[in-house]
């Protein structure tokens, strides 16, 4: 029987969501003692090793349990799949099943590599590689797979032209299809630049006093957050897909890369509540976005940004290695100090 | 319907076809597709000609419509069926020379029609000697061979250039360097 290989998980064997193999249909023809394990191992969605199945199923003998799983495995209800050493089982749901069951050991193997894919779908390159079946073989049962509806191509927006297959009602997931950003598989700029526009103006309105010719205090704690930013656009209904908070937030960081908005830190907050662990990636903390304003005239700011170091005597002075505090040059009495504090 | 033909004679020169420098490794492939005038990849044809085609009873006179129907290609303005051939072929034998890939959707702009069989060939032999191989031309002789297999003085010269990401020859490692490397010659043999 075809095995499928796969690397080690962390985990243990964890039961997962389905108590007492409750939303799971049991076929009807098992006996009872297969009944049970096939219920038992139903509560595990990736499988548990066999040799956990004894101790979780006392009422059985050992050779009674690895007798019903052996025939069940052959009635194609349960497979084995090999993680790290250990030897897995998993049921084959009813209805995979009934779908699969008709299928020969090759069709069989290409099914479980493409269902086991998931959204993200599987190369036929790929495939031919974990099967090691001849180019031929494999697109004569995708050929197949695919008249009876059980699989379908998509299209990956990074890779158009790579022949990829998934399972036939599983929906891609953002990756293959680009997400939000992608149209038909090209990047809808006007789509991206009309939502950005849409947010600088929206934290525009926010950043600003209705009166021009003041600005908020330091301490304002009103700008817009990217959640802020999020429930506007949905109420002004502007896209037609639904926007995650990630899209919002790179829509934010494209206009502060675009210098357009700046990202500050909710006021008040000091860097000691700053999360010292890398990995929260200041994801706790409520980032607020203000608009740059380059409008603002003042005295200072009519002359263009410069750099305080150079602006300093020392910065350009012809002597600068000789001078020391006692030497005949020194800072005491520096001509270009007293020509630049002469004001 | 394209089909790959078995000639010894070029799976001589493609055993010679791979070598080494002390930059890079390379390796090349010279093969031939036979393409018969039956529409056997009907799936493909079809769907080329309702992308392309000019239907007079269907489509608006849109400004737009009119463009695209007018559209340009490398193989002449594809309202004609003998530019829709070419195209068709040149899908069907990329999607045939490599498995993996469908190459249906690629867009005509992709490909480029080059000047003349005889810049092809300078082109080819002044790389291949760069990079250090004379014997592919002149041992085995490379152009005799071809020209036997499709008469080179009536050939059409096609490059593929795939986008970035998206190149069958592109994968880890690759250094892709001319994109003469992805070339086709194409013989029309329904020429009248």
Known sequence: ?343 | MVKFLEEPTLEVINQAFSWETAECTIAGRVEAYSCKSAGADKKLFKQLESKYSFDIASSSFSPEDRHINNVVSPFGPLDKAASRKTLFYLLATLNAAFPDYDFSEVRPDQFSKQISTQMVINSVNTTLFNLGNDVIVNRYRLWDVLDMIVELGDCDVYSFIPDMDDDPMGEEGSIIDSPEEDESEYEDDDNE
């Not at chain 1, 934290?203 to 301490?219: C, L, N, T, V």
């Open chain 1, 1 to 343: 029987m075809a095995t499928i290989k796969r690397e080690p998980d962390a985990g243990t064997s964890i039961p997962n969501g389905r108590s007492g193999g409750s939303n799971v249909t049991v076929p009807t023809e098992l006996n009872d003692i297969e009944r049970l394990i096939y219920t038992t191992v139903a509560e595990y969605q990736d499988g548990l090793p066999v040799t956990d199945l004894v101790p979780k199923i006392p009422s059985l003998s050992q050779e009674d349990i690895l007798e019903n799983v052996n025939a069940l495995s052959k009635k194609s209800l349960l497979e084995f799949q090999m993680i790290g050493i250990a030897t897995y089982v998993r049921i084959i749901e009813l209805k995979d099943y009934q779908k699969t069951s008709s299928l020969d050991s090759d069709s069989k193997l290409i099914y479980n590599w493409i269902r086991d894919s998931g959204s993200e779908g599987i190369w036929t390159k790929d495939l031919k590689k974990h099967t090691n079946l001849h180019i031929n073989v494999v697109n004569r049962v995708l050929k197949a797979l695919e008249h009876k509806q059980l699989v379908k191509s998509v299209k990956h927006v990074k890779w158009p032209t790579r022949r990829i297959y998934m399972l036939y009602d599983v929906t891609p997931s953002s990756e293959v299809t680009g997400g939000a950003w992608y149209t038909d598989q090209e990047l809808d700029t006007d789509f991206i630049e009309t939502l950005a526009v849409t947010c600088y103006k929206y934290i525009y309105s926010r950043s600003f006093p209705r009166d021009k010719s003041i600005i908020y205090r330091a301490g304002y704690d009103h700008y817009p957050s990217a959640a802020e930013v999020k429930r506007f656009i949905q109420e002004k209904r502007i896209s037609s897909v639904e926007l995650t908070i990630q899209d919002i937030n790179c829509l934010l960081d494209l206009l502060v890369h675009d210098d357009m908005i700046e990202k500050l830190m909710p006021f008040g907050m000091s860097m000691e509540e700053m999360d010292d662990d890398e990995d929260s990636k200041g994801d706790s903390i409520e980032w607020v976005y203000k608009v740059i304003d380059r409008t603002i005239i003042s005295p200072v700011a009519t002359k263009t940004p410069i750099d305080a170091l150079s602006e300093v005597p020392c910065g350009t002075c012809p002597v600068f290695k000789f001078c020391t505090e006692d030497g005949p040059i020194s800072p005491f009495n520096c001509q270009y100090y007293q020509k630049w504090l002469d004001f």
